[in-house]
Each structure stands twice: as C-alpha cells, then as structure tokens.
C-alpha cells in the first residue's frame, strides 16, 4: 500500500560561510526564497512547511522551530521539525515525502537551516551535550573524540592507511571548487596538504574535518499533479529510509555503519533496486569526515567492507568515474551547517539529474542519485534516493 | 488539505507517573514502563511488530544536544524507523500517522516525556525561546507574556476573573477521580483567586505546575488494527498550525493557531458543527484562561461564552460538553513536549469506556487540542472517534 | 543553478574588530540534574565501592555494561547483577590534542574505548587511558588496539560515586 508519487520541483541554498552577517531566521528566508523562485512559486501555493536544524545549542535559542518559522515562510501553515541529529538534512526531505506521500499535502516547503557561529567560544560547545550526562559527560568528552575512536576502528580493522583516506578530503575540496556556495573550495588541494595538517585528535587531522558553518537551503517538495503543472523535469522520490541504532554506542562495532546499511535496505526496497552499485549513479554520502565517506559508501552497499578506499584511489569516485562521489565537493568542500549541509546533497541530486549542475555536471545524462546523511551517536542513517 | 490515504487507528496506550518527581525512575526507566504497558495492551511484540517510532522531545528540556540519541533502547526500537519531532505530542503523533498512510510502516509508536523535575531552571530555559536580539535583552521572565495575553482575553471579551478561576476549580477536583493526576485538589474559587499573583492578572493557581511522566501509544493501519484489537480509536482528523513568532505583531486574542489547526482537522473528518459534534474535550489549561481561550478558538462556543459555559457547569463531567475530564495540564500537571498526548491518553481511554469513576458516559467522539506553551503561537488538534 | 544561491553575506574578523557588526550575549545557563534511576544508580554506587557492575539478559544472556533495567535486543526486563572484573581490552583509542573549544593540550588526552572482563564480547564502556606517554609519538608507540588495561581508582575517601571514581586505564 503505497503512498502517492512525490516530486522535487525546487531547490535553492545560500552561501556556506564561516560566520555570516545574516539571523537564522535571514538565512532560512533567503534558501526558502531561491527555491520558490527557482519553480516560479509563490508562499500561498505552500500548503505546509518541514524544517529542518541540528541541535538547539547552536543558536542558543529554546524552540528553534518556532524562531525560524517567520523566515521559513511558516507563519500560519503546518509547520514541524523532525530531528535526527547530523541526519536531519536528509530526513528534512523525507518528511517532506512523507507529507505529501501520505495524502495529506500537495506541496512543501523543505528548509534547513544553521547557524553555527552564534556559539561562542566554539561552536563545539554545543556538542559536549551529546554525551550521556551520568556516564560520558564527566571524563569531558568533546565531538572529535568519537569520530576519532570510530576513525581507528575502522582503519584498523581494514588496515587502511591516512593517505587513502585523505584522497576523499583532497577529490571532495576539488570537486567544490566548482560550487558558487562553497565555503573551503580548493582547486589545487594536495594529499600532502592533509597528511601535514594539524593532528586534533589522532588519527583526525585539521583537512580530514569539515569546517563550522553558517548556511541554510531549502526544496520544494509537491504531489505528482502539482509536479507536473509546475516542472517538465520534476525530480521524483523513488525511496526512502532511515534507521536509528542502539544508544550505547560503546557497545557497537564501530568499524561498520549497520544503521546505515538498514536504511539503505529500505530505500532501495522502496525503489525496487536489487543492484545497487549498477543502477545508482550519483552518490552524495555524508562527509564530515573524509573516512565517513568511505564508511557510509559501504554501509550503502556500494563498496564491499574495508574496500571503499579503493574507489577513490581508483578514480571510480571521481566525477567522471563510473561511480560519482560527492560531486558537489560535499561538506569537506562546500561547508558543514549541518542540517543545511544535508539538503544541500539532496539539493546536488536535483541540480545533477536535471543537468543544472554546470561546471560540476556529471557527465552521460545521469538518471538516478542516492543522498545519505548520518548523526547522533554515530548512529543514525537516512537515505533518499531520487530519479528522472 | 486532504484527508490521509490510509485509515489510522490508535491500538494501544501506555505511560509512566504523572508526579511532581520521581527520582526512583531514569527518563529511560520510565518510558521503558510506559512503552512496556502500550506493546502489551496493543498485543505486539515491539522487536518483531514495530517499523518505526517518533518522540517529540526539545534538547533544552532533556539537557543533551540531539536528545533522540536516547530514545530506541528502552522502546523496543533500536534499529528502526525512529525520529524526533522537536514539538508538541499531538505533532508526533500526526508524523506517526503520516509515515502510516504513506506507506513507511504498518505499526509505529508515538512516545513523549517529561522529566521536568531534573531542569533546576526551567523558567530561564524558557526565557531560551524568547527572541534573541529584541526580547532577551529585557530580562523579563516569559510570563508575563500570558500576563499581556490573558488582560487582552479579559478585555476583549468581557469574561470575569471569576470564571477563569472556576476552570481551576473544575480541573483539580476532576483530577481527584485520576489517579495518574499529580496536583488533584478540592480548591475554591477564593483559593485560586487569592494565590500569589505571578504575572497580573494570573494568579499561581492559575498557571499548571509540571510533572514527570511520560506516555506511549501505538498506531497501526486500518487492516492491521482491526486484526490488533476491537478497542480501536480511530484518528479522524488533524491538524497543527504555527502562527506569528514575535510578541510585536501576533493575535493576542484569539488563539489562531488553534483555529487554524481545528479548521483543517476538521475538513478531514466531515465536521460541520463542532459544538455538536464531541462527547468530550481534552484542551490545553497550561494556564487557566487558555481553556477558555482555546474552547473558543475551536469553534466549540462564541468569543467571550466559554467563561459562562463554565461558570453554569456545562464543562464539567455529566455537563453538556466534559472539558478535561481528565484534570487537564492543571490537575494532571504539566508534561513538556508530552503535555498533549497526556490530552490524548484520556481521551483514548474515556472512548474506551476505561476511564472509571471520571466516565463520560457512551463516549464515541473526542476533541484533543495542546499548545506548545511559552512563548510560542504553535498548536495542534485530533479528531477521535469510536467508529473509523 | 547559480540563480538559485543567495549571495549571503560573508563577514570578517575585521568587521568585528572595528566595530562594523552588532552583537547580543547571552550565556546559556541550563541547570539539570538527572535522576540515574535504578540500573545507573546502582551502577555509579558500585564504583564508589570501587566495584564495576553490569546487568544480565537471561534470553540473550549478554551481560551489559553501562548496565540497563531492560534488554534492548529482547524488549524485556534485564534479570541479574553481574560483578564485572576492572580490567579490559581497548577496543579503540584517540590522541587527543584539542579541548573542546579547540585549544592546544600541552599533554594529549587518550579517550578509549574498552570491553570489560565479565561482560560479553564488545560491551565497552568510554573511559580515559593513562600511564602511556606525553607526547603523541610515545602513547602511538604503547597503545594499540587490543591493549589490556586496568582501572586506577581514586582513594576510597574520594570517590563519589561517579564515573571519574576511576581515574584512568593503564596497561598491565
Ligand atoms: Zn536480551
């Protein structure tokens, strides 16, 4: 019992920068505003708003949904928040799907948004509330110490070296150069540049990390009627999945993303892809590392455990491979708000498939994409796969 | 707005407390007794039955920066289709219902939970939510905003203060016949009116202290439901609107998110005239004039009629139309994020005929109506009926 | 797709010296104190005895640590206390140069994961390890994964109860 076909007919983003002059409720309204605009619609055609924004600490503000809601174009409509973390990006978009799927909506507006610069001393801050208050909490945990933990565990298991995984920093740093928001695009990144950087917490170095950003982006989500009157080349839902492992994150084998893996089963399910590695075209999996990259692409199935690596050293993942990665240069690249940077994949995927992509266009007509985000506790997964 | 593709029903209730603390129980603890007692009056094996999962919690009131790192464990639901809706209970369960008719799951929970006892500062914390660059530097405390708003009720409609202190009255004792209440009592009308005053006009009896619990139901499409259970209650309509954000330019009068909620919950279920239309209602008194308020807002009487309503005992049980039967926020306490579906569980149990010494005699239809509380203009209403 | 990005306004650490930005401050006060509940409780009143303790699913028959009243696998009530050893295998490790607001640690910090003795296979629990070094070269050179370890705990007298009853793991 399926629910109804669901389109993206819209997408717009601002800028990704380090600190912006811009509110959070500005900058959701300048994303909300371009992706209107980019399928020629106006507010009154929205019949409800889904938004989209990681944790409250970063603002300092109680009830962000509420604080947001006058730029996200949500005063008097419909308007939630669902949050999964670093996944929310993604899962903003399916909540959109779910909206409409379900009967209930013909349009929505998708907003995510970041402002993660109001955090003072360092937006870091904000994280150390991630941990469990009674155990974690008083040994003074701070974010990096978990992916770094995760980092060892998986290039240990596989026997992976920095250099391999530092290839994912350098393709996904060129790859944006070509982006017009991208925040540390650099065309002329070298390996070495990331092995010599700074070590912040063995084995994570400075260019293994995304930056702290500021930016939003949004989509225009509508039921198949609507996509058809207001697109020739609406940007369909073809699956959808998302899945939240156990809290007890110590007690997990970090070296492999099973939540991932249990999203995807369920995306693919849904889009009736039994070939995974044939039929996606376009990846855009979640980078604020460069080894979560590799991670995530095995979770989706795309490259069996402990060989991701060898997509990137090989080319496979390069924008002209037989299998793009992060053509959007990512959050490595383009910058991390990080609910913004979520949609912003979901956002590449429609620009690619429509051939908007310019400069960053893959190339031989791409038809499918697969979008991936992750969050929480090294923990949650949420997938979106759309075609054309 | 359309109705749903799918039939949802409600198939199983469960919670934990309500009481002023409860220091016995973690947060885990006590949605583990609560999800444990749904499961089983739904009959599900949660590992074997449960796609999915949705709780509504805000990171400022459970302490820890992307709060549903915490939730899958206790609930039977690691490794599955689980998500947060940082909003309302009633907002949750309309994502649950969503996911449902869309076609996501077959049986998803709805989970909420207040542990305000452990926010040794839970007025500053609401303070958060205030805006942060025009309001905060005023360093007011957020309750004078329901100050401004119940004067502007008063006025406008020319309700006695005495009125507004019967709603008081009514909820507490009613709250003597629940034995989930936290704050049952035998109060007058000199009680509430002579209580210290907090934010004039509104005196402290008038304003709901909060309270541990937490609550869980399960949610099942129409074909599997009818397999579950034949205590269904069936969800016939919803809706949930946001209206202004700034104290500078909303509706002090009326509610109108309320109305707008309403208005769209129900078109979906064919209600014409809602005066007629419910055996009882479950309406947020996070503050005394706000059951007034929002009865009007739901087109259950005329601006400025609630008050009399009340006064001439047409809200109690055995009235003309039982308003919070249950006790409401007042009598209950209030439960955060969980406060509406604390609205909803008595209504699911008083269409069940389990409501005991407070039953509303043959109830076949409810009204559910919660606020998000201070400072926000968001609300949420569920149309339930016995019948699908 | 260039139309459809907002050219958003950069600013620079110039415009904050010079006063070209306004800004409010507010520090963000939330003052919590989180009931531990049963299985926490007990779990934080055992290493004030200086004793590491977890909890046993008889269906499953894993015994976890942190320990839960419920089985996450089985969705039922977990059954019995275990005493757990206060020894270990790291599972994974960390150098840790930065604290949270990124300063430079004159002497890295190495947060671990380590699987304790007496519980199954993979339960680690996050602790620090110690005793390994001051410089990031010295503590690559002694840890690896799979190290053995054991707690170091506080004097009696000083525990309170709290995870930070054990000061550090150190190789044996
Ligand atoms: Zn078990």
Redesign the pocket.
Known sequence: MAGRRVAIVGAGMTKFVRRALETGPELAWEAASKALESCEMTLDQIDAVVLGSAPDAFDGVHMKVEYLSPGAGAWGKPTIRGFVGGGTGVFAAIQGWYHIASGMFDTVLVVCEEKMSSCHPHPQAAFNYIFDPTTERPLGPNLLWIFALEMNAYMTKYGLTKRDIALVAVKNKRNAAGHPAAQLADPDITVEDVLNSEVLAWPVQRLDVSPTSDGAAAIVMAAEHVARRVTNKPVWVEGVGWSLDTQYWTNRDLSYPTYVEEAARKAYAMAGIREPRKEIHIVEPYDPFDYKELHHLEGLLLADRGKAAELVVLGTANRDGDMPVTPSGGLLGVGNPISAAGLMKVAELFWQLRGEAGSRQVPGQPKRGLAQAWGDLMQVGTVIIVGI | MRRWNTEVAIVGAGWSGFRSISPDLSFREMMFEAATKAYSDAGIDPRRDLDGLVTAEEDFHEGVAISDEYVPDQMGAVLKSVHTIAGDGLQALAAGVMQIAAGAGRIVAVESHSKASNVLNLDQITALALDPVYQRPLEAHPIFIAGLEFRRYLEVTGTPIEHVARVVVKNRRNALRNPRAAFPADLTLEDVLHSEPLAEPLTRAMAADPADGCVVFVLARGDVARTLTDRAVWIRGLGWATDSYTLENRDWEGARYLRQAAERAYRQAGIQSPRRAFDLVEVDDTFAYKELQHLEALGLCRPGEAGRWTAEGATEVGGELPVNPSGGCLGEGHLLEASGLARLLEAVLQLRGEAGPRQVPNARTALVASWRGLPTTTGAVAVLSREP | MEPWVYPSIALKQEDFEEGRIRTTRTPLRGEYAWDAGVAVGRFLAELKAGRLVGRR??????VMVPPRMF??????P?DTWVLLQDTGTVLTFSVCTVAWDMRRLEVPEVPAVIAIDGASPGMGILHKLGEVGQTNDEILDRVHIGLRVQAVWKPPHQREGAITDILYFRPV
């Open positions: 699913c008889r269906v499953c028959r894993r089985c996450e696998q089985c969705f039922r977990t």
